[in-house]
């Protein structure tokens, strides 16, 4: 049922971003579709989980101009000895309205799992600003996933910024060689920090949970893995 759930969203993302491309013209915003600009964000911390210690990153960059653009994204983490996550997507991203684009390309996991995955999703700035990144992916074995990520910035002051975000990932299948059960698998929440010396440089610390849930959580227990992360953790972002 979640699976034929998922696969009817899926078709209604996809019709509502080119309804939205078709009714809502580029021009009326004044774009410059003739400059080429590009930009690129990176975030690295030091992170302490239950007193293991390990290095997480998050990273996302475009080039293009203001309707065409390529996206790449990343996020990952290294533990004391080894890589245990890495993830790198590559996105063409079209203006579709005059705070959304429509996003599609390739999706590869390094680790745990080497696994690939087609990819499909909106991202923009949602009303009161929130940022919101949705994306639906499916693999070559036909498993389908999805992922939400929200977060928004809050001025404490010009240069100190607190930053709520929540990510929520769903599956519609089971997926045993990965450790992934049907429904809404696992969930992160927190808060980050930052203090900007310049706009370009802000080291941060953050706050964050996260949690398995329903299947997920008992094939994950069964491996001998815990279920819940409570961290802490101590970075820099780099903006350019």
């Not at 009817?8 to 019709?15: E, G, K, P, T």
């Not at 980050?192 to 010396?197: A, D, H, Q, T």
């Amino acid at each position: 049922m979640l699976k034929y759930f998922m696969a009817v969203a899926a078709r209604h993302v996809l019709f509502i971003a080119i309804a939205a491309g078709v009714f809502c013209s580029p021009a009326a915003a004044q774009i410059k579709d003739k400059e080429i600009f590009i930009s690129t964000k990176i975030e690295a911390g030091y992170e302490l989980v239950d007193r293991r210690k390990s290095m997480r990153w998050e990273g996302e960059g475009w080039i293009g101009n203001d309707t065409h653009k390529f996206w790449w994204k990343t996020e990952g983490e290294h533990g004391r000895r080894s890589l245990e996550d890495a993830e790198l997507q590559i996105l063409y991203s079209r203006r579709i309205s005059r705070f959304f684009d429509l996003q599609a390309g390739l999706r590869n996991d390094f680790k745990p799992k080497n696994t690939t995955f087609g990819v499909i999703g909106v991202q923009g700035l949602a009303p009161y600003w929130f940022e919101v990144d949705l994306a639906l992916f499916i693999d070559r074995h036909g498993h389908v996933s999805m992922r939400i990520e929200a977060d928004y910035d809050l001025l404490i002051t010009q240069r100190l910024i607190l930053n709520p975000f929540v990510e929520l990932n769903f599956s519609a299948n089971e997926v045993p060689n990965r450790l992934i059960g049907p429904g809404i698998t696992d969930i992160e929440t927190g808060v980050k920090l930052r203090y900007e010396i310049t706009r370009e440089l802000a080291p941060y610390v953050e706050f964050r949970y996260a949690r398995l849930l329903g299947r997920t959580s008992e094939l994950v227990q069964e491996d001998g893995e815990d279920k819940q992360d409570i961290s802490v953790i101590v970075g820099i972002k780099i903006s350019f």
